[in-house]
T-cell receptor
Framework: SQQGEEDPQALSIQEGENATMNCSYK?????LQWYRQNSGRGLVHLIL?????REKHSGRLRVTLDTSKKSSSLLITASRAADTASYFC????????????FGAGTRLFVKA | EPEVTQTPSHQVTQMGQEVILRCVPI?????FYWYRQILGQKVEFLVS????????KSEIFDDQFSVERPDGSNFTLKIRSTKLEDSAMYFC????????????FGSGTRLTVV
């Protein structure tokens, strides 16, 4: 299976703390993406990291990728209550752009 | 900012009935997708569509499912004979360059089969 699996399944932190979520996958990839989903709503693309990149930043987000371990992490710094959401990693299946597979997600709850 | 629009937002249907879920992808995107999410579970790939044909489909996407791009703007998912287990959120997504670019998702259609 190509699926990414996130860890932990759920995370509860205080506002201002950092949140780290991990993702592992099973086969080779061209890129890995992270998405956010607020309860019951559509997914929002956060960041894409390519297989030849090791780290990428976007605002308070930092994503790392270790292709040797087939793992990625998403760090949200200085979290806010508005960051409360589910976070999914997603991997392509190297099929010419035709399929991205999502993991089960990490539910992040940021307490004000 | 361009959006992917899905209608209806919520549909209730009787088991065995046909439903059509509608999506308007972003106008300059070339790749289109349907995903579903059963409540509280993972987002599951159904089908991808490129160059007016299905590019890839999952084992979930059986003969009861079909997709169509009837004109230059709409992208539809049809379920011919709905089952209780088809109840889920269905998300449409589009991308300008396939998996090499982030997807833009619609807000979803909540399908309830009774």
């Amino acid at each position: 299976s190509q699926q990414g699996e996130e860890d932990p399944q759920a995370l509860s932190i205080q506002e201002g703390e950092n949140a780290t979520m991990n993702c592992s996958y099973k086969t080779s990839i061209n890129n890995l993406q992270w998405y956010r989903q607020n309860s019951g709503r559509g997914l929002v693309h956060l960041i894409l990291i390519r297989s030849n990149e090791r780290e990428k930043h976007s605002g308070r987000l930092r994503v790392t990728l270790d292709t040797s371990k087939k793992s990625s992490s998403l760090l949200i710094t200085a979290s806010r209550a508005a960051d409360t959401a589910s976070y999914f990693c997603a991997t392509d299946a190297n099929t010419g752009g035709f399929k991205t597979i999502f993991g089960a997600g990490t539910r992040l709850f940021v307490k004000a | 900012e361009p959006e992917v629009t899905q209608t209806p937002s919520h549909q209730v249907t009787q088991m065995g009935q046909e439903v059509i879920l509608r999506c308007v992808p972003i106008s300059n995107h070339l790749y289109f997708y349907w995903y579903r999410q059963i409540l509280g579970q993972k987002v599951e790939f159904l089908v991808s569509f490129y160059n007016n044909e299905i590019s890839e489909k999952s084992e979930i996407f059986d003969d009861q499912f079909s997709v169509e791009r009837p004109d230059g703007s709409n992208f539809t998912l049809k379920i011919r004979s709905t089952k209780l287990e088809d109840s889920a959120m269905y998300f449409c997504a589009s991308s300008p360059r396939g998996t090499d670019y982030g997807y833009t998702f619609g807000s979803g259609t909540r399908l309830t089969v009774v």
